[in-house]
């Protein structure tokens, strides 16, 4: 029964960068594939990024390049290097957490606004 919670959202100018923090209430070692996702008012809730346990990434094409995924088992933390913002990007982003054969855990999300 994994908890996670998102920080590190907020506004920001197109362009600019933010980074998103998951902190996982346990260990993260046990975790198949860790995921960024969003949802965009009107929209429902899209893949960003994913990073499984061996380290492979998969990545949304509209932020293949400027978005980065990343873990660090030593502080049960996912990370999600955003730069070169659009206003597209303004969502609400969840983290989540998968092993295999179990169900999803969900973060409560944090807002990500950028402006033009």
């Known amino acids: 029964q994994v908890q996670l919670v998102e920080s590190g959202g907020g506004l920001v100018q197109a362009g600019g960068s933010l980074r998103l923090s998951c902190a996982a209430s346990?260990?993260?070692?046990?975790?198949?594939?860790l995921g960024w996702y969003r949802q965009a008012p009107g929209k429902q809730r899209a893949l960003v990024a994913t990073?499984?346990?061996?380290?492979?990434?998969n990545y949304e094409h509209s932020v293949k390049g400027r978005f980065t995924i990343s873990r660090d088992y030593a502080k049960n933390t996912v990370y999600l290097q955003m730069n070169s913002l659009k206003p597209e990007d303004t969502a609400v982003y969840y983290c989540?957490?998968?092993?295999?054969?179990?169900?999803?855990?969900w973060g409560p999300g944090t807002q990500v606004t950028v402006s033009s």
């Open positions: 989540a957490a998968t092993r295999t054969g179990s169900d999803t855990v």
């Open positions: 346990e260990s993260i070692l046990s975790i198949n594939v």
């Open positions: 990073i499984t346990s061996g380290g492979n990434t």
